[in-house]
């Protein structure tokens, strides 16, 4: 939860919460706001498919076999537009598109990489 701050003024106590704000909406706990980020049934394992190096739409495709065009597409661009992915269009025929993780993204990694083993213990054998 946000820390809380309190300060007196005029004789009365003032309690105020640290507020996170992303594209308009306030937020009052920074795990709300990551998980506004990367959560959903996709943009985790985007970002998790991206770890070693860059991937092309369709490489992508391949790797998570029962998302839709459209929703890849979809995850790839909010991805982007919140800074954890970025998109290289190469200029040649045809178009080339490379989606990588951004700084931003690759800080996300070690959350990925606990959330990966903690999994790992629910392993079929």
């Not at 300060?7 to 998980?35: A, E, Q, S, W």
């Not at 970025?86 to 800080?107: D, F, I, M, N």
Request: glycine content about 8%.
């Amino acid at each position: 939860m946000g820390s809380m701050v309190c300060f007196h003024l005029y004789g009365m106590y003032i309690y105020t919460m640290t507020r996170y704000k992303l594209n308009g909406t306030y937020f009052y706990c920074p795990v709300d706001l990551t998980l506004r980020i990367v959560g959903g049934r996709w943009k985790g394992l985007v970002i998790w498919n991206l770890r070693d190096k860059p991937k092309r739409f369709g490489e992508l495709k391949k790797i998570l076999v029962t998302i839709n065009d459209k929703m890849l597409t979809q995850t790839l661009r909010d991805l982007e537009v919140h800074g954890v992915v970025t998109r290289k269009v190469h200029a040649v025929v045809p178009p080339k598109v490379e989606y990588a993780l951004s700084k931003e993204g690759k800080k996300l990694l070690a959350i990925m990489q606990s959330m990966s083993d903690y999994g790992e213990k629910f392993k079929v054998k």
